[in-house]
């Protein structure tokens, strides 16, 4: 036989088509590869990761035996890549890299068959390749297995040849491409070993990450197989438990080994209502709560949330619970609950003492003014009778009188001012200053005072009568605090803010010193150099108003003289 020996079939026409013409004699040229199937094949090839690594001993015998199944002196196992054809491993000679153009093997090596010649020397396809021509080698007799990968991808060939001419029987091919299909399964299995190595790292990784995570949190994180035995207990579990996980103990003995109590502290958890047992048996468990005693410190008190565990397939896999530590948040709130509850108590008695104080208040102002008035009514029948030296006893007892009986009802109208019910509505504030100027207008004339409100006031929320007390109250004092020497002049204005509504009332008066600003509103505060009279309690009261109302008030000065008072009734 002194041909090439033609394949039984050719390859299909998307992965092969035939090389360039040539003028003179028609000299067979290799198969051009198809772009997109090249590119498919280096990827194939690149994914065994054999190209440059050292061949095994396995990969060694079998081109060993290859070459003695052919009888001859050499052969080879070549891989192709995009340049250059590699000897992984050779018997017979010392291999080496070349370029692709110069291969033999890739000549034909793309069409899957097994290629074979008696006489390289004087075949057309190979008889000008410088491994015939003795430039390299002095090929004749040519055998090429090629190796061919399941998807139909050929990654080189396992070659056999000799510098003689010679033949191959049937029998000797059959073992050569049985041996080339070794190769591709020691390749296979190398690249699977090499997948199981990097997933094996991967793993390794990630279970390093889980590990590291589980054991860095804060939270208790417990799991269980589907039988209910132990499998995860991080850090914080074993903290709060006070021991490891034991993965032998029966799930109906938990609650014992690890201390597991309802929240009063005292009754042992069922099995049934143990969390993680209940997320074993229902699916799902949601802030449930138990108590942890610590055998070497105190309790914890935490909820637990959790889950079955369902693997892809809806086998079931077991449950897993993360718990968190609340012991901080409960003894925070029972400590709220009970200074609630203390409130309610404290708020109870105050609004009994305020009743107390008002009853007592409208007490005592019935019963001693009462006689006041009594006593009133006969010092002026005494006046009409007492001699010019008794009558300045007699007027010196009706100043006394008054003074009491003012006293009287200041204490009352402080009284009511912090214990009356505030009934906010919406009030017109100039119709208020219209009733204020009304019960005022003695005293205006009086004192030849003016009041005014240079803008229409607003509707504003508040209680009504508090708020006329409150305006009466500021409206009096700036009356009754007027300077020496000029008329008092009052004014009443209002502003708006995001949150409140700003009263003040302006006047032109003695002024407050700063020092004392703040303690006028104080009970019985009497200003030193005060030119009037007084109580020191209706700043007081017009405080408590304030106060019941969730505004504040405050004291400045009037920059062209006097006080300036500022008050906020909140919407």
């Known amino acids: 036989m002194d041909h090439l020996v033609v394949p039984d079939h ?3 026409p998307d992965a092969l088509v035939p090389g360039p013409l040539v003028p003179g004699p028609l000299v067979p040229g290799p198969l051009v590869p198809n772009p997109d199937r090249e590119l498919l094949r280096l990827a194939a090839l690149h994914e065994y990761h054999v190209l440059d690594a050292p061949a095994d001993d396995e990969l060694e015998a079998v081109v060993r035996v ?6 001859v002196p050499t052969a080879t196992l070549n891989l192709i890549d995009e340049n250059r054809q590699c000897q992984l491993t050779t018997v017979g000679f010392e291999g080496g890299d070349s370029a692709r153009t110069d291969s033999m093997c890739a000549v034909r090596f793309e069409a899957g068959d097994f290629m074979y010649t008696p006489d390289a020397s004087k075949d057309p396809y190979y008889r000008a390749n410088p491994w015939v021509t003795g430039v390299l080698a002095d090929v004749r007799l040519y055998g090429s297995a090629p190796l061919v990968t399941p998807d139909g991808y050929a990654l080189g060939s396992l070659c056999v040849f000799h510098n003689e001419p010679g033949t191959l029987d049937d029998f000797q091919i059959a073992r050569l491409k049985d041996l080339a299909a070794v190769i591709l399964a020691l390749f296979e299995r190398r690249r699977q070993a090499r997948l199981n190595r990097e997933l094996a790292l991967i793993a390794e990784a990630r279970q390093r990450w889980t590990d590291t995570l589980l054991e860095t949190i804060d939270v208790a994180v417990v799991a269980a197989d589907q039988s209910g ?15 490891d996980a034991d ?3 029966e799930p109906q003995d938990f609650s014992d080994r690890y201390q597991l109590y309802a929240t009063d502290g005292v009754t042992l958890l069922p099995p049934t209502q143990i ?16 108590i942890i005693k610590r055998p070497a410190a105190g309790p914890v008190h935490v909820t637990v949330s959790g889950r079955a565990l369902i693997s892809g397939d809806g086998t079931p896999m077991g449950a897993v619970v993360a718990m968190t530590d609340v012991t901080t948040d409960r003894a925070q709130q029972r400590a709220i609950e009970a200074a609630r509850r203390e409130l309610a108590a404290a708020n109870e008695d105050l609004r009994r003492s305020n009743a107390d104080l008002t009853n007592f208040a409208g007490a005592v102002s019935h019963d001693l003014v009462s006689p006041l008035s009594a006593v009133h009514a006969h010092l002026e029948l005494l006046e009409e009778t007492a001699t010019a030296d ?9 100043r006394a009188v008054t003074r009491m009986r003012d006293l009287i009802g200041s204490l009352l ?25 009304a019960d005022l207008q003695a005293l205006v004339e009086e004192s030849s ?5 240079p803008k229409p006031l607003p509707v504003v929320a508040c209680d009504p009568i508090l708020a006329r007390q409150l305006l009466q109250n500021l409206i009096a004092n700036s009356i009754k605090y007027r300077h020496p020497d000029r008329p008092a002049h009052v004014t009443v204005t209002a502003t708006r803010s995001p949150e409140a509504w700003q009263i003040a009332v302006t006047d032109n008066g003695v002024g407050i010193p700063p020092a004392q600003r703040d303690r006028v509103f104080e009970m019985f505060t009497r200003l030193d150099d005060a030119p009037a009279g007084g109580h020191g309690i209706g700043l007081s009261s017009c405080l408590r108003i304030v106060d019941r109302h969730g505004g504040t008030i405050r004291v400045e000065e009037n920059p062209t003289g006097g006080t300036r008072v500022l008050f906020t009734l909140p919407d």
């Open 10 to 12: 050719l390859v299909e």
């Open 66 to 71: 290859a070459a003695s199944v052919a009888a």
């Open 229 to 243: 035995r132990l499998t995860v207990f991080n850090r914080a579990a074993r903290e709060w438990h006070g021991i």
């Open 247 to 249: 993965p032998t103990l």
């Open 275 to 290: 969390p993680l047992l209940r997320a074993l048996r229902d699916g799902t468990v949601e802030n449930a709560e138990m």
């Open 390 to 398: 008794t009558q300045r006893w007699v007027a010196a007892c009706q």
């Open 413 to 437: 109208q402080y009284a009511q001012a912090g214990s009356a019910p505030v009934h906010r509505v919406p009030a017109d504030l100039g119709d208020i200053v219209d009733q204020v100027l």
């Open 449 to 453: 005072a003016t009041v005014e409100a």
